[in-house]
Structures are given as structure tokens and as C-alpha cells.
């Protein structure tokens, strides 16, 4: 999986849950969500990982990656939301690569479904893993994507990520668990995810 990369989305605002998600402990594990994710992707063979975070954020996930091996981007206008995240992570990445987006509060994905995704990447734009009928996360962008995005102005950014891949063609990977679909935005979500997966 050399020619693919992964961006985490760690620049949200973390209101409902009241502290910031990539920093929650994952398990009994004694590392972080963005940690857990970090590992799963490197494990999988992904070596290129750019996380995209706030200004608040940014000190202290360089203390935790701290040998330049994982490339922290820092989102200074957290207003645009998410694409805007997508668009800055897209830049820093090879235009010939395959890349993954991952949000940081999802660190249940196991190597398996990254794999799975990798193997179909030339069916179509992107790939989307489907559980029950429903996609989830991570998906996988072709390089076509990739310049796409890079292209875009400011403006453009403000519009969803899922709006601009309506331009392409998507393919459905089905896979056999449910944690494409974990979300974990509050307190009481993590508590009832961090629980079940014990």
C-alpha cells in the first residue's frame, strides 16, 4: 500500500463532548483515539499520515508524534468545518496518491476493512465501505479526487465533501461490522462504544 496516504480529521470543536475527541482514551489501552487510529493505518501499511487539526490541539498531538513521521496540519479557520479540514489535509499529499479520510473520533476500524478498500481502488473515485446497507468511514479518494479537491478555491471549500464527490463515481465495498458507522460526539456515546468493544 505504498502509493496511499491517510488524513485524520482532528479540527472540530468537540462541543458535545466537551473535550477534545481525538485525545480520548481508547479502552483500557493507555493511548489516545488518534493514537489507536495512527497505529491501525501503520499496521496496515500506511506510512504517510497527515492529521489536520485546531489551534488548540495542535501542541499536543506534536507532543505525541513528536519524530516528524506524522505531518500535523493546523486548521486556523475552524468556521469552514469540515471540507475545509479535507481540502487542507488533500494538500499536503502526493496529487498520484490514494488516500484515506478518517475522522478522529472512530478508532474501531480494523486493518481488514483498509485493506479491503485498497484492493478495489481502481473500480472507481472512491470507495465506501457499507454495513446493513448504510456506507460509513473511512473512504478511500483516487488521485483523480485528490487534484480535484486541490483545485479548489476557498469558496468551494465551504460546500460538503459529500456534495463534491457526487461528481464522481463511487463504489460500495459491503464489510461485516458495524464500527464503519461509531460517531462518538458525546459523553455518553463514548462511555456505551468504549464499553462494547471491550
Do not use: W
Not at 488524513?7 to 458535545?16: D, T
Not at 468545518?81 to 484515506?100: A, F, T
Not at 464522481?168 to 459523553?187: D, E, G, L, Y
Amino acid at each position: 500500500m505504498e502509493h496511499s496516504e491517510l488524513i485524520i480529521l482532528a479540527a472540530g470543536e468537540s462541543s458535545r463532548m466537551q473535550r477534545p475527541k481525538a485525545l480520548l482514551p481508547f479502552l483500557d489501552k493507555g493511548i489516545s483515539f488518534v493514537e489507536c487510529i495512527v497505529n491501525t493505518y501503520l499496521s496496515a501499511g500506511i506510512k504517510k499520515i497527515t492529521i489536520v487539526t485546531s489551534e488548540k490541539l495542535n501542541y499536543e498531538l506534536n507532543l505525541l508524534f513528536p519524530f516528524g513521521d506524522i505531518k500535523i496540519i493546523t486548521n486556523t479557520k475552524p468556521q469552514l468545518e469540515r471540507m475545509y479540514s479535507v481540502y487542507l489535509g488533500i494538500k499536503e499529499v502526493s496529487n498520484d496518491h490514494y488516500v484515506y479520510i478518517q475522522d478522529c473520533d472512530n478508532p474501531f476500524v480494523p486493518v481488514e476493512i483498509i485493506r479491503e478498500l485498497y484492493k478495489h481502488k481502481n473500480e472507481a473515485d472512491y470507495i465506501v465501505p457499507m454495513f446493513n446497507a448504510k456506507g460509513g468511514h473511512p473512504i478511500l479518494l483516487s488521485p483523480k479526487i485528490i487534484k480535484y479537491i486541490k483545485a479548489l478555491n476557498q469558496v468551494v471549500t465551504e460546500d460538503t465533501l459529500k456534495n463534491h464527490l457526487r461528481l464522481f463515481i463511487r463504489k460500495n465495498i459491503p464489510v461485516n461490522t458495524n464500527s464503519i458507522h461509531a460517531n462518538i460526539n458525546t459523553p455518553e456515546l463514548f462511555q456505551q462504544n468504549n464499553l462494547a468493544h471491550t
